[in-house]
């Protein structure tokens, strides 16, 4: 049974950081690319983050480039989300997911296991 767990996310203020963790179970996490959503109120799901499977290529979205970073450690089985200078926009739940076919990152029906989500909320 796979499992993604994400953990880490919280109230804040604006320009605090916060890191996003999401740990996996169930399947061979060195397999997957991993990605990181996030759906506002209201909103539709959007592309956060995205890494390979070896961890040596990222790719953000244009509104957090610069200010988020994506990791995993395999031995771990979790994929993290640093994000530094917080802004309200930033406000949202947050969900990582896997994605087998280690492309199309910016594109949700592509990933194939998805967490519970983690609320970040941030306040001016």
């Known amino acids: 049974q796979v499992q993604l767990v994400e953990s880490g996310g919280g109230s804040v203020q604006a320009g605090d950081s916060l890191m996003l963790s999401c740990a996996t179970s169930?399947?061979?996490?060195?397999?997957?690319?991993m990605g990181w959503f996030r759906q506002a109120p209201g909103k539709e799901r959007r592309f956060v983050a995205a890494?390979?499977?070896?961890?040596?290529?990222?790719y953000y979205a244009d509104s957090v480039k610069g200010r988020f970073t994506i990791s995993r450690d395999n031995a771990k089985m979790t994929v993290y989300l640093q994000m530094n200078n917080l802004k309200p926009e930033d406000t949202a739940v947050y969900y990582c997911?896997?994605?087998?076919?280690?492309?199309?990152?910016?594109?949700?029906?592509?990933?194939?296991?998805w967490g519970q989500g983690t609320q970040v909320t941030v306040s001016s």
């Open positions: 997911a896997t994605n087998r076919r280690g492309s199309y990152w910016s594109t949700s029906s592509m990933y194939d296991y």
């Open positions: 169930g399947l061979t996490f060195r397999n997957y690319g």
């Open positions: 890494i390979n499977l070896v961890g040596d290529r990222t």
